[in-house]
């Protein structure tokens, strides 16, 4: 059974850092990109960027370009979403989900999201 | 602002037939396939239609989808009280680095 597994739930401060992560399992994790997708809290799905797991290529929407990183760790088929100085804005449900190729470049298996919380 | 445009809301009684359009432009649904995905509430989202019209396995033949030039469309028919949820289209953009654009998602209420 394919399977995406997002990290826990996240309460940072303001210019925390964070990487929260994807691990794949149930398939060849090299074989399929893996990307991340933003949902504010009561707004719409945002494509933030993808990843090559096979030899970590990574390209990102405009919109997040040079403010998060997209990384993954192929030995042990786990992608990672991860920013240095975070701000009140990102507060967010972060999702990882496999692009294939045969389903024409669909999202075909989600992760369950990461909650990511930031307060002073 | 989203750069497929989607209606905010739908809504249609049980049994009915509704229809959602997604509109875009050359560099996306004009040059790419389009995918839906359905996002109950409090759940992530689920791929419904893929390459404009194909339905993953699991999916009910209820569900189909069609595309036109720059528009697309997913129709719903024989509605269920169970398919009140958001629906959001996508598709790939090649302005710039290729990237995916999403619609800004339709809210569907079952009446």
């Known amino acids: 059974e394919v399977q995406l597994v997002q990290s826990g739930a996240e309460v940072k401060k303001p210019g925390e850092s964070l990487r929260i992560s994807c691990k794949g399992s149930?398939?060849?994790?090299?074989?399929?990109?893996i990307s991340w997708v933003r949902q504010m809290p009561g707004k719409g799905l945002e494509w933030m960027g993808r990843?090559?797991?096979?030899?970590?290529?990574?390209n990102y929407s405009p919109s997040f370009q040079g403010h998060v990183t997209i990384s993954a760790d192929k030995s042990i088929s786990t992608a990672y979403l991860q920013w240095s100085s975070l701000k009140a804005s990102d507060t967010a449900m972060y999702y990882c989900?496999?692009?294939?190729?045969?389903?024409?470049?669909?999202?075909?298996?989600w992760g369950q999201g990461t909650l990511v919380t930031v307060s002073s | 602002q989203s750069v497929l445009t989607q209606p905010p809301s739908a809504s249609g009684t049980p049994g009915q037939r509704v229809t959602i359009s997604c509109s875009g432009s050359s560099s996306n649904i004009g040059s790419n396939t389009v995918n839906w995905y359905q996002q109950l509430p409090g759940t992530a989202p689920k791929l419904l239609i893929y390459s404009n019209n194909q339905r993953p396995s699991g999916v009910p033949d209820r569900f189909s989808g069609s595309k036109s030039g720059t528009s697309a469309s997913l129709a719903i028919s024989g509605l269920q009280s169970e398919d009140e949820a958001d629906y959001y289209c996508?598709?790939?953009?090649?302005?710039?680095?290729?990237?995916?654009?999403f619609g800004g998602g339709t809210k569907l209420t079952v009446l």
């Open positions: 996508a598709a790939w953009d090649d302005s710039l680095n290729a990237h995916v654009v």
């Open positions: 149930g398939y060849s994790f090299t074989s399929y990109w």
């Open positions: 989900a496999r692009l294939s190729i045969t389903f024409g470049g669909a999202f075909d298996y």
């Open positions: 990843i090559d797991p096979s030899d970590s290529y990574t």
